[in-house]
């Protein structure tokens, strides 16, 4: 539905978008993630036909968005990071203007408008005039009007973005709920709910793409040993050499979680599950089993050590800033070396 190939954005010397390509199959939420500055925007308003590209091409629905930019857009539906709203507008005159200006059949308009504003949870403010809205409000209204006109493709700059914890619950239901029926692209800086909504995630820093997959295959990928939470009440004695001599343990640490005692990371070899000998040794030895839990390494974490390589003087292929395996390829497209 979504594919873009070998994208570039130069201002002068500066090369804000570099050598950029991913594709995003139909139906799919794909979050896109990336520090400030790293280009996420810069990308997103190109694929919107809001910015021109100064190499690479990008296809919307099939469509060339360089080439037939008119139709292109017909089939996006594009929520900034600041939503355009005319501040002298109600609610309602507003998400009725911009269907009209996007070909919505008159017949349709109104029903389209009240369903809409009703998915968006704005229909309380359908009369208030959008100067007169929260931070919150105005962001849903900015994705009442990209969802008016029933696009195939929706791209969503921070679409959460000054929303209260119900609001954000309410706008990641309603993102999951339009995925099938639109192909979804999800900028945001609240990764939690990347793992929660999206299916795969692109990770982009200085321009470039560093990380592509799942979050569960980038966790998996980039995590080292194995990591055992275990709380033990051992009654004083010392539990570390204990542990740290059954098979398979490389080390064993105290934890230094707030207010838990008898707590203990340890690690194992990966792909080795040493949970029972863990839970057999120390209930053999007359101690309380307290909590016994792996420790799963959390898509902030993937995107703090994704983000943090320091990037070579000599552009590389992206895969090589990582792992060849962390990025997939996009059929048709040849990599650099």
């Known amino acids: 539905m979504i594919e873009v190939q070998h994208l570039t954005k130069r201002y002068g010397r500066v090369t804000a978008v570099d050598d950029v390509s991913f594709r ?21 308003r190109i694929l919107t036909g809001y910015m021109p590209a100064s190499d690479g091409r ?33 609610v309602r005159e507003y998400v009725d203007f911009v269907a009209r200006i996007k070909g919505v059949p008159s017949k349709e308009r109104k029903d389209r408008v009240d369903t809409v504003m009703k998915r968006t949870h704005v229909a309380d403010m359908a009369d208030r005039h959008c100067a007169k809205l ?7 209204v900015g994705l009442a009007q990209a969802l008016i006109h029933n696009p195939d493709v929706l791209i969503l700059d921070e679409p959460t973005a000054g929303l209260d914890p119900k609001q954000i619950i309410e706008t990641r239901d309603l993102i999951r709920s339009l ?16 793992s929660q909504t999206c299916q795969r995630v692109v ?5 470039r793409v560093v990380a592509v997959d799942t979050p569960e295959n980038l966790i998996a990928r ?3 040993a194995e ?6 009440d051992a009654g004083g004695a010392d539990v570390l050499p204990v542990l740290g001599a059954i098979p398979g343990v490389l080390g064993i640490v105290a934890s230094d979680q707030r207010g838990v005692v008898g707590g203990f990371e340890v690690e194992s070899e990966r792909g080795t599950d040493i949970r029972r000998q863990l839970a057999r040794t120390i209930v053999d ?8 839990r792996p420790m799963r390494m959390s898509l902030e974490e993937v995107f703090l050590q994704v983000t943090t390589e320091e990037r070579p003087d000599e552009p590389t292929n992206p895969a090589e800033t990582i792992t060849p395996a962390m990025v997939e390829p996009v059929p048709g497209v040849d990599s650099h070396e």
Do not use: C
Not at 227 to 232: H, L, Y
């Open 227 to 232: 990591t055992m939470f275990v709380q033990v």
């Open 285 to 292: 030895r007359g101690w309380g089993l307290l909590e016994l």
């Open 179 to 194: 995925a099938g029926d639109h192909t979804i692209i999800l900028s945001t800086h609240i990764l939690p709910e990347v």
């Open 222 to 224: 980039l995590k080292g």
């Open 24 to 44: 995003v199959e139909r139906g799919e939420i794909l979050g896109f993630l990336g520090p400030n500055g790293a280009g996420k925007t810069t990308t997103m």
């Open 203 to 207: 990770i982009i820093n200085q321009g």
């Open 134 to 140: 929260s931070k919150g409000y105005k962001q849903r």
């Open 58 to 90: 990008a296809m919307v629905a099939g469509l060339d968005i360089f080439d037939k930019p008119i139709e292109a857009k017909r089939r996006i539906g594009y929520l900034p990071e600041a939503p355009p709203l005319y501040p002298d507008m109600t």
